[in-house]
């Protein structure tokens, strides 16, 4: 792999995490320009298995998380890759794991062992529940976050309805962005003093960080919020509506807009209707509002809408699949959407870094590793000369492609 770029350049992560929220930190990071290293145990990462579909033999899944990363694989049964492991801990600037509580102290890795060897490490643990608190022994996984941080019982179509999960994994995702938010401000204080330290988040806290609002709803009313759909809990309207053939987006919830919107669809007569004449008064009267423009915006085509709303600035969209966030021509132009060459599967695309930085820009530049594709490479910068890592391929202490 050529020289990374990056904010992050000079990082070197080891990445000891499986799945999703610990890989989507390492995929951050090395985005910025991190060198991580990804440690495999010997079948690989469990997401090489989540299959259909594959692309060249390659799980869409794995190649999706783990781009722009080296990969190692080790059999940490073996005392010879522990001390593997252990070399290349001391070396480095991070230690990504999302393993169950205790795992890593069984290894003898623990961030007070390691800690002692390397004391400029930063040791980033991602966990269901955190490290402390009643449920620290438990495993976590993103629907059972999603469901006890109270996410699910403010998603689907309304009250009553069976509750609906976010389709994403947003905790997992979230929880591995807020990880490398936590890692980055760990390292900027690390080279400030020359001290490393422990970060630690979970899927849980990640889930809850997304109920900002309909928090700040419960805290100064006493009362649990409702689903809503696609509408929004504090303005109105904004929310999808129903066209002739399809659905759009309308963000017209402050006045200025709410009077354009009424224009657009010609209806200035809704602005003089008491029961529409402010926020708070369409947030009372939400149902009835929500069938009167359907009524409205049924009678043409979302593109025409979208035409006519762009025309007066009205903040508005299209409910765009997958395939169509895709092709859509910003994502494109904000390199969301990156095509990269993988030594199996050929051309493939991913999902470009969100965040664009004018002078030390992130990049996606390589796919995701063959399992131990890169073993004989680390191996070698780590001082191992080319018997013993043969030696070690032939004991299975390590694989390597």
Request: charged residues 20%; negative net charge.
């Amino acid at each position: 792999m050529s020289p990374k770029s990056g904010p992050l350049k000079g990082m070197r992560v080891v990445e000891l995490a499986h799945i999703m929220a610990g890989p989507v930190c390492g995929l951050m990071l090395a985005d910025m320009g991190a060198d991580v290293i990804k440690v495999e145990k010997p079948t690989g990462d469990d997401s090489r298995r989540f299959v259909p579909p594959e692309i060249g033999g390659e799980a869409a899944a794995y190649m999706m998380m783990n781009r722009n990363k080296r990969g190692i694989s080790l059999n940490l049964k073996d005392p010879d890759a522990k001390d593997i492991l252990r070399k290349l801990l001391a070396e480095a600037d991070v230690v990504i794991e999302n393993y169950r509580k205790g795992t890593m102290e069984k290894l003898g890795l623990s961030y007070e062992d390691l800690a002692k060897v390397n004391p400029r490490l930063i040791y980033c643990e991602i966990s269901g529940f955190g490290r402390t608190g009643p449920y620290a022994e438990r495993g976590g996984f993103d629907l059972i976050a999603q469901g006890m941080s109270g996410l699910m019982s403010i998603t689907g179509e309304g009250p009553g309805r069976p509750p609906v999960k976010v389709a994403a994994p947003i905790s997992d995702i979230n929880a591995g962005i807020l990880a490398a938010m936590g890692v980055s401000a760990a390292y900027s204080s690390m080279l400030q003093t020359g001290v490393g330290q422990k970060v630690d988040t979970s899927l849980f806290e990640a889930a809850i960080t997304q109920t900002y609002w309909q928090s700040a709803i419960a805290f100064a009313t006493g009362e649990k919020p409702d689903p809503l759909g696609s509408a929004h809990p504090l303005n109105a309207p904004y929310q999808a509506f129903q066209t002739s053939d399809g659905w759009i987006n309308v963000g017209a919830a402050n006045q200025s807009n709410w009077i354009r919107f009424l224009d657009v669809i010609s209806a200035p007569e809704l602005n003089d209707d008491p029961r529409f004449s402010s926020n708070a008064d369409r947030m009372q009267n939400l149902p009835a509002l929500v069938d009167i423009l359907t009524g409205y915006l049924v009678q043409d085509t979302t593109e025409n809408w979208l035409q006519r709303m762009e025309q007066a600035h009205l903040p508005a969209g299209p409910v765009n699949d997958i395939l169509q966030m895709h092709a859509d021509p910003q994502a494109r132009a904000r390199d969301m959407i990156v095509e990269l060459d993988h030594p199996t599967a050929g051309k493939v695309e991913t999902i470009g870094h969100p965040v664009k930085f004018s002078r030390t820009p992130a990049s996606v530049d390589h796919a995701a590793p063959l399992l131990g594709q890169h073993t004989r490479e680390v191996l070698t910068e780590l001082g191992y000369g080319t018997t013993q890592i043969e030696t070690l391929i032939q004991s299975q202490a390590v694989i390597a492609s």
